[in-house]
């Protein structure tokens, strides 16, 4: 079990004891180490658009264990909240979440 945090007015506010996968199912987005991104449609319902040369290729996962293991950062929204930096470390939370740098 570990802490979720949510980040206002410059300091971190605890939401209570909850596990890794319910924060992860109220996420926004998940991006993998093999560079796909994830959007979170529903309650831990993800999918993922893969753009091929002739077609686009749509995934979906209905159990986020499926992905879990592969998973380097967790966002809500443009909030990075949890990230990994090797696959077989945890998943630590950040308790100051940094802003996602946007695309031009």
């Known amino acids: ?3 979720a945090t949510s980040k206002r007015k410059g300091k971190a506010q605890y939401r209570g004891y909850c596990s890794q996968l319910d924060v992860i199912r109220q996420s ?3 991006r993998t180490f093999d ?4 959007s979170n449609h529903w309650d831990g319902h993800f999918m993922c658009l893969t753009q ?3 077609e686009t ?8 264990s499926k992905i879990y293991k592969n998973i380097q950062t967790v966002a809500n929204k443009d909030l990075v909240i949890a990230r990994r ?3 077989d470390q945890a998943l ?3 308790v100051e ?3 996602i740098g946007r695309r031009k």
């Open 35 to 38: 560079k796909q991104t994830w």
């Open 52 to 54: 091929n040369e002739d």
């Open 28 to 30: 926004t987005t998940v």
């Open 57 to 64: 290729i749509r995934s979906e996962v209905e159990e986020l």
């Open 85 to 87: 930096s090797h696959p």
């Open 97 to 99: 979440p940094y802003v």
């Open 92 to 94: 630590k939370f950040l």
């Open 1 to 3: 079990m570990s802490k």
